[in-house]
């Protein structure tokens, strides 16, 4: 039974288009995220959503914009791809506050996205 | 702002031996510091956490870490290598003023040689 999943788990598209990555958790958590990981390894936060909350990194084009239909899904919609957006997309879950499990992120698998 | 350093981009030891790997922090407030752990073509595992309380933290596969304040320092540390420790490791942490998202380092490729 998955914690984080994500959906698809590869994607090779066309520069220009238009494509989602969605992303599931069954743990309970409050706050889930994405984070792009580039081909040198760096990982770098792109959201966060906490209590409909969002927290949007600055630097993210606004090509890419998430969506949360409740707790337990933060779906990533990335318009007019582009080259650079090619990378690996993981999504993750964490539960806030003071438990000791509190803060832990659960990661999902990842999605790599190609664009040619 | 937050930041993490991890100075190291790749350690290299041979099996049986003690491994180190380092990692640097600067966070407002007191901080909330964790290691990742990532198997090639894997999402980022959990290994362990500090928060508070004892500045040694044992966590999964025989890891731990040492929490230095003076140093803001959180090296993660094993005894005995094994090639099957191999992989990239991420250190991360938060401040408890300021963001509650966690800032993650570069990573360092650990390879443990049999």
Request: charged share 15%.
């Amino acid at each position: 039974d998955t914690a984080v999943s994500q959906t698809p788990k590869y994607l090779v598209t066309q520069m220009g288009n238009d494509k989602s990555i969605k992303c599931e958790q069954n743990l309970g958590h409050d706050t889930m995220y994405w984070y792009k990981q580039d081909s040198k390894k760096f990982l770098k936060i792109m959201f966060s959503y906490n209590n409909k909350e969002l927290i949007i990194n600055e630097t993210v084009p606004n090509r890419f914009s998430p969506k949360s239909p409740d707790k337990a899904h933060l779906n990533l919609h990335i318009n007019s791809l582009e080259l650079g957006d090619s990378a690996v997309y993981f999504c993750a879950s964490s539960l806030l506050g003071e438990g000791s499990g509190a803060n832990v992120l659960t990661f999902g698998a990842g999605s790599r996205l190609t664009v040619l | 702002a937050q930041s993490v350093a991890q100075p190291e981009d790749q350690v290299n030891v041979a099996e049986g031996n003690p491994l180190t790997v380092k990692c640097t922090y600067s966070v407002s407030g007191n901080p909330y510091l964790f290691w990742y752990v990532q198997y090639p073509n894997r999402g980022l595992q959990f290994l362990l956490k500090y928060i508070t309380g004892d500045n040694l933290v044992k966590g999964s596969y025989g890891f731990e870490a040492e929490f230095n304040k003076s140093q803001t320092s959180f090296h993660l540390k094993k005894p005995s290598a094994l090639v099957s420790d191999s992989a990239l490791y991420f250190c991360a942490v938060r401040g408890s003023r300021g963001s509650y998202i966690p800032t993650f380092g570069r990573g360092t490729s650990l390879i443990v040689h049999p």
